[in-house]
């Protein structure tokens, strides 16, 4: 399980980097910093990937609201569907600090 999301937080953060538009991948990186931010105040600095991968499984039921909280309101580039691609990277970028983080 934790190989497979792993997988999936890593392709999420190549799209971001990827992205073609500075400032929507801008917009991105501030609401990632938010999910971050989150996963701080949920797990702390020392954590395992174990614990990060049961964070995730219920991720989607309050990231996608503090995504939506944390967008700016006057941007419509922003939509539902970035939230997963946001949620998912954070993830990827949180994991690298995991006390058995191995790349």
Same mark, same amino acid.
């Given at each position: 399980m934790i190989e497979s999301s792993r997988i999936q937080w890593e392709d999420a953060? =190549?799209?971001?980097e990827n992205e073609q538009d500075p400032?929507? &991948? =801008? &917009?991105?990186?501030?609401?990632? #910093? $938010?999910?971050?931010?989150?996963?701080? %105040? @949920?797990?702390g600095s020392v954590f395992s990937l174990s614990e990060l991968d049961g964070r995730y499984a219920e991720a989607e %039921?309050?990231?996608? &609201?503090?995504?939506? @909280? $944390?967008a700016p309101r006057e941007s419509a580039r922003v939509g539902p569907a970035d939230a997963t691609l946001v949620q998912d990277a954070a993830f990827d970028m949180y994991? %690298?600090?995991?006390? #058995?983080? =191995?790349?």
């Open positions: 953060r =190549q799209r971001l400032a929507r &991948q =801008q &917009q991105l990186f501030v609401l990632v #910093d $938010a999910v971050l931010s989150e996963l701080r %105040r @949920d797990l %039921r309050w990231a996608i &609201q503090l995504v939506s @909280d $944390a994991a %690298r600090g995991a006390n #058995d983080y =191995q790349p």
